[in-house]
């Protein structure tokens, strides 16, 4: 074995400090007033306006947005983490399984008009999803805010890739055992997929959480704001202002980045088989 | 090319077994041996996730091929067909070219050092073994931080009244006027791009690394003696798949994923600031109205991503089947 060298945990300290430190940062001047974050700049230990702050961001109306409150953020935040998350799983997971199991005409097509999704990320086709989303009068709609960004394959390319990877012999058995499709994907599958099922939730959870250029576009009523839409409008406010409310902006961002951040320490394993086995 | 005849009957007879396979829904190398045999049951399986892409990807999709090639009117009263005018207008402007250029340039910066960064960290983690558990966690948590969140914190780093890097510039006599000056900006673009991305190089690397065999890693210790040779001529090569699929993620991530924080940093005042060109296509669209140059640019990116992603898959399928 090797001898454990000091200048090895160095470079790790000092990496843990650089993508860290402006984490704890952000979090202790959260609890700072905005003033004295003005005056002494980021500070590295807790001040004393912690509660003010985070009861003001959470349930103050007319803030730095004009009629929404940060738990009313939250609560779409989660609404979209949550949503986005069953409806990949549920989505990718029945396509999935009728392009492994079945045999069926066009077949090779519809995989591949499915997996070109993979192609075109939404970004470049902003402009044009828009007209289609105001067309069909799904602006400022949870169903807006979610439906459109499940058009991706990447969950079905994943569950593809696991299908396949069941040994073919359980079909037979059920088949043997008068299965009909689809309990043998309820009975079968299903619980089959179970940690695969969870390491994806996980991911998408995230990847819902934190988007920011659709809700951007999709919702100008406030009611609708995420909390990374609000993040945006606390910028507006800023421009103009003597003292910009710092520690409000502090809050909001530890607000918005404590459940990702959460969920990936406490379920770090599986996080991790997400990743890397469904490689984005 | 002496044996072409040959070649040719060959794949002229799989031509036609494909396609008559095709039709008949068989692959050549089906997914499981044994499949059921229904004619709907697929369908109706099939249906939401078909009908998800048909409305949200591809009618968008085409939208924007069509209305690259219109000159849309600003106020609403219709549009004309202008041809290739959107494309050739976005290639020969200079402003269109130095977001290009920048893009490239952000790309090439951010993918080689939060690579070689991740690349670090992740050696490094996978030798020591007092607090190991740790530094993975604490590497690995920002990964979850969305990227306006870490561009709203990376510009309270950079701001002018209370900026710690603000400051420490200072201290070296340079004046950092980061939304003003152009190299300013981009700095800040950038160390806030690779600070996001450091952590899933890292997990990639990290699982890489911990893949190779100990009896591997027992012999390298043998044969070589340093630890440099022992980095270079047997865990890079090892690594070397990878890396090469976290360097086209990489680059996808510069490219697209960075659009928050730009937004942040930039806040659509774009006057002297550096932008990428999906940020470009955006403001083109939403804030100047011009709707054919914005999609022909979307469209010009299409192909690059294109590209891209090919090459992803065609890496993803060896990948899968080589473990």
Redesign the interface.
């Known amino acids: 074995m090797q001898k454990i060298k000091p200048f090895d945990h160095l470079i790790l300290i000092l990496g843990v400090l650089f993508l860290c430190a402006p984490v704890v940062m952000a979090l202790m001047s959260s609890t700072h007033a905005a003033i004295d974050i003005h005056s002494n700049g980021l500070s590295l230990l807790p001040g004393g306006n912690g509660i003010e702050t985070y009861t003001k961001v959470l349930t103050h109306k007319g803030g730095f947005t004009g009629d929404v409150t940060g738990l009313l953020m939250l609560r779409n935040s989660l609404i979209m983490g949550l949503g986005f998350a069953v409806g990949k799983i549920a989505l990718s997971m029945m396509a999935a399984y009728a392009l492994v199991y079945f045999r069926f005409r066009f077949a090779t097509l519809l995989f591949w008009a499915i997996f070109a999704t993979l192609l075109l990320p939404l970004e470049v086709r902003i402009m044009p999803s828009y007209q289609v989303m105001s067309e069909l009068h799904l602006l400022n709609t949870y169903t807006g805010l979610i439906v459109p960004l499940l058009a991706s394959a990447t969950g079905t390319f994943f569950f593809r890739q696991f299908f396949r990877s069941v040994p073919d012999e359980l079909l037979e058995a059920a088949r043997i055992d008068g299965a009909g499709p689809v309990k043998f994907f309820i009975d079968v599958l299903v619980p089959l997929s179970k940690t695969m099922m969870a390491a994806i939730f996980i991911i998408m959870f995230i990847y819902g959480w934190n988007q920011y250029l659709w809700p951007l576009l999709m919702t100008t009523d406030e009611s609708f704001y995420t909390l990374m839409r609000g993040i945006k409008s606390i910028l507006q406010v800023w421009v103009g202002s003597q003292i910009p409310d710092y520690n409000e902006a502090f809050a909001l961002a530890v607000l918005a980045m404590v459940p990702p951040v959460a969920v990936v320490v406490i379920f770090q394993r599986m996080f991790i088989k997400g990743l890397t086995e469904s490689d984005k | 090319m002496t044996d072409t005849p040959l070649n040719m009957v060959e794949a002229d007879q799989t031509l036609v077994t494909r396609l008559r396979a095709?039709?008949?829904?068989?692959?050549a190398n089906?997914?499981?041996?044994?499949?059921?045999?229904?004619?709907l049951?697929?369908?109706l399986?099939?249906l939401?996730?078909?009908a998800?892409?048909v409305?949200?990807?591809y009618?968008?999709?085409v939208?924007?091929v069509t209305?690259s090639f219109y000159l849309e009117d600003p106020f609403g009263f219709g549009s004309t067909f202008v041809g290739m005018e959107n494309y050739t207008d976005a290639l020969n402007s200079s402003e269109y070219l130095g977001t290009a250029a920048f893009t490239a340039f952000f790309c090439v910066v951010v993918t080689t050092l939060a690579l070689s960064?991740g690349l670090?960290?992740a050696v490094?983690?996978d030798?020591?073994?007092?607090?190991a558990e740790s530094?993975?966690?604490?590497?690995?948590?920002?990964?979850?931080?969305?990227?306006?969140?870490a561009g709203?914190?990376?510009?309270?780093?950079f701001d002018m009244?209370?900026?710690?890097l603000k400051?420490l510039a200072a201290f070296f006599g340079y004046d950092l006027k980061v939304g003003i000056n152009y190299w300013d900006t981009a700095t800040a673009l950038i160390v806030i791009a690779v600070?996001k991305q450091?952590?899933?190089n890292f997990?990639?690397f990290l699982?890489g690394l911990q893949s190779v065999p100990v009896s591997v890693r027992e012999a390298a210790?043998i044969d070589a003696q340093s630890g440099w040779r022992r980095f270079w001529d047997i865990t890079l090569p090892l690594l070397a798949p990878t890396a090469f699929?976290l360097l086209v993620?990489n680059i996808?991530y510069t490219m697209?994923d960075t659009?928050?924080i730009i937004?942040?940093i930039v806040?659509d005042k774009p006057a002297n600031n550096p932008m990428t060109l999906?940020y470009k296509?955006?403001l083109d669209?939403?804030k100047g109205n011009d709707?054919g140059g914005?999609?022909a640019q979307?469209v010009i990116?299409?192909g690059v991503?294109?590209l891209l992603?090919v090459l992803q898959?065609r890496f993803?399928e060896r990948?899968?089947h080589y473990g």
């Not at chain 2, 089906?30 to 004619?39: E, M, W």
């Not at chain 2, 009244?161 to 710690?164: Q, R, V």
Request: no cysteine; net charge positive.
């Open positions: 095709w039709w008949s829904g068989e692959t089906p997914a499981k041996r044994v499949q059921f045999d229904r004619p049951t697929p369908w399986f099939l939401p996730q078909l998800v892409v409305i949200f990807f009618w968008p999709s939208q924007a209305s960064i670090l960290l490094k983690a030798k020591v073994i007092r607090g530094y993975k966690t604490l590497l690995i948590s920002v990964y979850a931080i969305a990227p306006p969140v709203l914190i990376g510009m309270m780093f009244h209370m900026g710690p400051d600070w450091i952590p899933y997990i990639f699982s210790l699929f993620i996808t697209f659009f928050p937004d942040v806040k999906v296509v955006y669209g939403f709707i914005s999609s979307s990116l299409m991503v294109a992603t898959f993803l990948r899968v």
